[in-house]
């Protein structure tokens, strides 16, 4: 293959490429397949930070959300973790919290040792106005 008609077929396939991405991010690709055996649905989250050996996450309720409603779900990830919060029950309730809610997991509820390198995988939202 000469190197334009290499170029040429490169050009053509980055845009299928991209589009996998796409397909993954929102739920249609193998990456979907394989969180099946996941607990609940990934939460998006208001904001997230990770310090001092714990998460904390900023998550939208309709008024009853509790940290039972939740769960982190850690996977190793080269030298650190990433967490990716999941919903376990859906909030029924009828009183929002447009600031949402403030949930915290220590590192040692996670199974994780102190100091360990954490990112979140969850998407952000930004609470109703």
Known sequence: ????????????????????????????????????????????????AVAQDQAVFWVSSNGCTAKADLTPVVRRAGTGSVISLRRLNEDRCRSP????????WSFAEMGLAPGTRVSIENPYQLPPA
């Open 1 to 48: 293959m000469t190197r334009i008609a290499t170029v040429a077929a490169l050009t053509l396939l980055a845009p299928l490429a991209a589009g996998c991405a796409v397909m993954d991010r929102f739920g249609f690709g193998p990456d979907a397949q394989a969180a099946a055996g996941l607990p609940g649905q990934i939460e998006a989250v208001h904001a997230a």
């Open 97 to 104: 919290r447009p600031e949402g809610v403030e949930l915290r």
